[in-house]
T-cell receptor
Framework: QKEVEQNSGPLSVPEGAIASLNCTYS??????FFWYRQYSGKSPELIMF????GDKEDGRFTAQLNKASQYVSLLIRDSQPSDSATYLC????????????FGRGTSLIVHP | KAGVTQTPRYLIKTRGQQVTLSCSPI?????VSWYQQTPGQGLQFLFE???????NKGNFPGRFSGRQFSNSRSEMNVSTLELGDSALYLC??????????????FGPGTRLTVT
């Protein structure tokens, strides 16, 4: 059973701080890793994806992947109240099913 | 490029009825996946269609079915609705190619309420 684990939170950070969201996965064959943001009552929006070990930066977002330790994280710099949402981690393996496995999500609250 | 569209956006049905939801993927995307999202269970995979064929299936009863047309548009059907089927139904579009990274893009969802 492939598992993707996330702390449900809520993670509360002050405006302007760095928010760090973590995700661990059980399948060592995992190849593609995705972060989605979901506002309450809305659908998930793809914000980052990463395939190789290391960091990938896009604006205020940085995805970090460590395959040896089987975790992927998302850093949000200069957090804004508009970043308050649930962040879903999704992981896809290289073979078999094409479908990513989703974590349950971490709720992030950025307070002014 | 237009995003994923889903219709209808909201539905209210009665127990025992059936419902059909529709999804149009991003142009050029051949894979359409369907998910059910509830507060208690999170995002659960229903099935995936690629080039008009069901390629993957989740652990849902046979009351949940789907199909895909030659233009990649997909429909999902739920028969004999139960109260527990109340959920947000999401469609996700992807290129679906074997060697691709498989990024999925979600539609706005259909909010189904069963009374």
């Amino acid at each position: 059973q492939k598992e993707v684990e996330q702390n449900s939170g809520p993670l509360s950070v002050p405006e302007g701080a760095i928010a760090s969201l973590n995700c661990t996965y059980s399948d060592r064959g995992s190849q593609s890793f995705f972060w989605y943001r979901q506002y309450s009552g809305k659908s998930p929006e793809l914000i980052m994806f990463i395939y190789s070990n290391g960091d990938k930066e896009d604006g205020r977002f940085t995805a970090q992947l460590n395959k040896a330790s089987q975790y992927v994280s998302l850093l949000i710099r200069d957090s804004q109240p508009s970043d308050s949402a649930t962040y879903l981690c999704a992981v896809r393996t290289s073979g078999g099913s094409y479908i990513p496995t989703f974590g349950r999500g971490t709720s992030l609250i950025v307070h002014p | 490029k237009a995003g994923v569209t889903q219709t209808p956006r909201y539905l209210i049905k009665t127990r025992g009825q059936q419902v059909t939801l529709s999804c149009s993927p991003i142009s050029g995307h051949r894979s359409v996946s369907w998910y059910q999202q509830t507060p208690g269970q999170g995002l659960q995979f229903l099935f995936e269609y690629f080039s008009e064929t069901q390629r993957n299936k989740g652990n849902f009863p046979g009351r949940f079915s789907g199909r895909q047309f030659s233009n990649s548009r997909s429909e999902m059907n739920v028969s004999t609705l139960e109260l527990g089927d109340s959920a947000l139904y999401l469609c996700a579009s992807s290129l679906g190619l074997r060697d691709s990274s498989y990024e999925q893009y979600f539609g706005p969802g259909t909010r189904l309420t069963v009374t």
